[in-house]
């Protein structure tokens, strides 16, 4: 239901843009999120966007390099990452929460998508 693309290989700096395509029931009227889980490590979460798009979170380790946004005539969301670090190296998952909005618990989304693999190189 939830299908995540874009990941890659990158040097420290470079720029990826992950995308996020889900099934229109999954997305619609529901807040999306972006996790990460490197080896070893827990699951953390990344970023937040709300139905409406008007509301964004991230975590504090991203904030001023990533960006959030989605398309809501797609069933689509996005997360822009700028500025990549060897730590953000990780495989990153998309998931649809179980309200309109977003949250930084992974025990509020629904659904989960299979990963993307970000690998960034220094």
């Known amino acids: 239901q939830l299908q995540a693309s874009g990941g890659g290989l990158v040097q420290t700096g470079g720029s990826l843009r992950l995308s996020c395509t889900a099934s229109?029931?999954?997305?619609?009227?529901?807040?999306m999120g972006w996790f990460r889980q490197a080896p070893g490590k827990e699951r953390e979460f990344v970023a937040g966007i709300s139905w409406r798009g008007d509301t964004t979170i991230y975590a504090d380790s991203v904030k001023g390099r990533f960006t959030i946004s989605r398309d809501n005539a797609k069933n689509t969301v996005y997360l822009q990452m700028n500025s990549l670090e060897p730590e953000d190296t990780a495989n990153y998952y998309c998931a649809a929460a179980r309200s309109a909005v977003s949250s930084r618990d992974g025990r509020d989304y629904r659904y989960w998508g299979q990963g993307t693999q970000v690998t960034v190189s220094s």
């Open positions: 229109r029931r999954t997305f619609s009227n529901n807040g």
